[in-house]
RNA sequence: UCCGGAGUGGCUCAAUGGCAGAGCGGGUGGCUGUUAACCACUAGGUUGUAGGUUCGAAUCCUAUCUCCGGAGCCA
């Protein structure tokens, strides 16, 4: 291993000489004294050029070096009770590996155009680089939450013959000589994986052309699909509740310093503990209709009705038990009532929308192909999965998180394009 | 696709019919405890594009392009 220390780990050597290699974020100069933000991709820290404790030559180095050269850095580790992290270098000597030319990224506010122009620079920033760390935290929770729960890892693939559901909007490709389309879920294909191996999930990206311009839609994200044989909507929505609070106690657990770059208030995320209240589509039209909402029994529930249902919990909400005919085809029947199907969106509070949509799957040959034919879908492409209900047919459900919702939530992002390092939105295919 | 908003220096914005400006960033100088440090000086402009109205247009009109976020749809 190389003799340099990566910065997080600055803590465990008070008072001792290190070095470290990383970048300068930001100099402040003054007379005979300067201070240099250190930055090496693991955490920030100050460092302190003082004229009586290094050669001439370093300390002149205030006027060469510029924000993100990058340096190595040999110092005393000290106790600063004013910083952030409650520790400073006191620099002995720095060595310049490369100066930067001007930085474009100034330490000031920038338009989202601008920045996102400059994504590949501006990941170096504080809070892209923090929103980063809790990205990878709450996508290993997600393997860590599965694989310690008899689940298996079965990846679907980017390639898809045809629509799944029909009504989303797909990017097709060109396939050698034919036609292939971007999925938009794995889900079809973890439902023939579960009847294999019980319990599984995927977790990759999935593309969706709709020309949504909003801040909760990009057209390639993430999502994680957990699927399982067995289980009815009941034992979906406990999973899915499960799901969602070991992420957000995993975040705290593990991103604090993180959280605190994002100026997070935790209080809201602590608040997140089972049991989520659970209400039905019914409940919520009720609901809808109390805070005077123009609605009726079988509308959709769009953009300004989630919010109005979430706000009165601190919690994220599941709301349950939707007419059929707002939901898609593979969506298992109510056997009390046929208008409803038993599917499942989770609400995140504070506004952050759907991180969920999950429901118990038909099982039954005859139902799911009377749902083929009158949404007009092509039944020839569905034979591969109409034969999961042939050969030894059980009741199955699974769901979708989507991961950059739930990490804009956790975060609290305005823009879910902050959750994702390299954003694909409709106007933005660069860098 | 529809509705709304915005395009002015590298960046963020001001100037609402009358000399295109400020802050940040860049450059020069000053300061021994700064926290997006501060202070002084300095360089930097075809006001998205094309037309029009006017003595005069960043500003008003027409067209067009780009971007933004909201609806629909959804993770």
Redesign the pocket.
Known sequence: MPEYILAKHLSKHLNEEVILKGWVY????????W?L?FRDGTEFV?C?V???EVSGEVFELK?TL??ESSVMIRGIVQE?P??ENGI?I?VKDIEVIHIAE???I?????????L?DNRHLWLRSRQPYAIMKVRAEVEQACRDFFNERDFTLVDSPMFTPNAAEG??TLFETQYFDRKAYLTQ?GQLYSEAAIMALNRTYCFGPCF?A??????????E?W?VEPEMAFFDIHDDMALAEEFVEYLVQRALKNCRRELEILERDISKLEAVKRPFPRITYDDAIAVLKRKGFDIAWGD?L???H?PAVSEDYDRPVMIWRWPAA?K?FYMKRDPEDERYVMGV?VIAPEGH?????GSQREEDIKVLLERIDREQLPVDDFQWFLDIRRYGSVPHSGF???L???VGWICGTH???ECIPWPR????LKP
């Open positions: 930001n100099i402040r100069k003054s007379g005979k004294i201070f933000v100050q302190v003082l004229m009586n006027t510029t924000q600063a004013r910083q400073e006191l001007e930085y474009p100034a330490l000031k506010e920038h338009g989202v155009d601008f996102l009504s989303t879920s969706r709709e020309k949504s311009k909003t801040r909760r839609h990009l057209t994200f999502m959709d769009g953009a300004p989630e707002s898609a969106d929308g759907e991180i969920i949509g979708g998180l989507g950059e919702r739930t823009h879910i394009r939105t409709m106007a933005r």
